[in-house]
T-cell receptor, first 113, second 116 residues
Framework: DAKTTQPPSMDCAEGRAANLPCNHSTISGNEYVYWYRQIHSQGPQYIIHGLKNNETNEMASLIITEDRKSSTLILPHATLRDTAVYYCIVRLEGEDNFNKFYFGSGTKLNVKP | KAGVTQTPRYLIKTRGQQVTLSCSPISGHRSVSWYQQTPGQGLQFLFEYFSETQRNKGNFPGRFSGRQFSNSRSEMNVSTLELGDSALYLC???????????????FGPGTRLTVL
C-alpha cells in the first residue's frame, strides 16, 4: 500500500523550477509527507518532509494543500544532477511503523539542457 | 560523520545457496531497516531492527531473516536463493528518537545481488 500516487515521469528544462505533484488522499491526521530521491541505483536520499505547513530547505520546497490530500515538491532551479526518481512517502503513525516506508513507483524527473 | 556502509557492494550466487549481507549504520543510529529493490516490484520494506530486536517486518518469506548486534550493525540473510532474489538490497539507518517523526532514514549505497 503506497498510499501515494505520482506521475511516472516529468521533464524539466535546466534552470527552471521543477514541480513534482503527489496525491495522498487517504493520509491521516498525524502522518507526515516525506520526499526522497534516488539517482540511478544509488541509495535514496532524503529531501524534505512536512505535516501541514509548507516547508523549505536548501534543496527544495514542499507545498501541502490545506486538506493535506496532495502536495508538491518544488526544485527551484533544476540542474542536470537533479535527474532522478523522486518518491513521495506517507510516513505511517505508530512507533513500530514509522520506519516502514512504502516507496511506490515514484516520478522519474528528466532535467534537460 | 561517515554514512551508512554496506558490504559487499556486489555479489554473485547460484540458486540454492545462501547469502549474508552486512550494514553498518551511521554512528549513534540504533535503527536499521532493510529494503529490496527490483525492477518489477520497486523498493519494498523487508524489516527493521532497533536495539537488537525486530520491530517490524514486510511481506517476505521466511527465507529472509536478519539480526542486529549490540553495536547496531545489522546483517540480513537469504537462504535457499531463488532467481527472483536478484535485487539491490538497501539498508537505512535512523536515530529513531522516541516520540518524533523528524528523524529521517539515511540509506546506504546498497548491495547488488545476482542469483544465477
Amino acid at each position: 500500500d503506497a498510499k501515494t500516487t505520482q506521475p511516472p515521469s516529468m521533464d524539466c528544462a535546466e534552470g527552471r523550477a521543477a514541480n513534482l505533484p503527489c496525491n495522498h488522499s487517504t493520509i491521516s491526521g498525524n502522518e507526515y509527507v516525506y520526499w526522497y530521491r534516488q539517482i540511478h541505483s544509488q541509495g535514496p536520499q532524503y529531501i524534505i518532509h512536512g505535516l501541514k505547513n509548507n516547508e523549505t530547505n536548501e534543496m527544495a520546497s514542499l507545498i501541502i494543500t490545506e486538506d493535506r490530500k496532495s502536495s508538491t515538491l518544488i526544485l527551484p532551479h533544476a540542474t542536470l544532477r537533479d535527474t532522478a526518481v523522486y518518491y513521495c512517502i506517507v510516513r505511517l503513525e505508530g512507533e513500530d511503523n514509522f520506519n516502514k516506508f512504502y516507496f511506490g513507483s515514484g516520478t522519474k524527473l528528466n532535467v534537460k539542457p | 560523520k561517515a554514512g551508512v556502509t554496506q558490504t559487499p557492494r556486489y555479489l554473485i550466487k547460484t540458486r540454492g545457496q545462501q547469502v549474508t549481507l552486512s550494514c553498518s549504520p551511521i554512528s549513534g543510529h540504533r535503527s536499521v531497516s532493510w529494503y529490496q529493490q527490483t525492477p518489477g516490484q520497486g523498493l519494498q520494506f523487508l524489516f527493521e531492527y532497533f536495539s537488537e530486536t525486530q520491530r517490524n517486518k514486510g511481506n517476505f518469506p521466511g527465507r529472509f531473516s536478519g539480526r542486529q548486534f549490540s553495536n547496531s550493525r545489522s546483517e540480513m540473510n537469504v537462504s535457499t536463493l531463488e532467481l527472483g532474489d536478484s535485487a539491490l538490497y538497501l539498508c537505512a539507518s535512523s536515530q529513531r528518537l522516541a516520540g518524533g517523526p523528524y528523524n529521517e532514514q539515511f540509506f546506504g549505497p546498497g548491495t547488488r545481488l545476482t542469483v544465477l
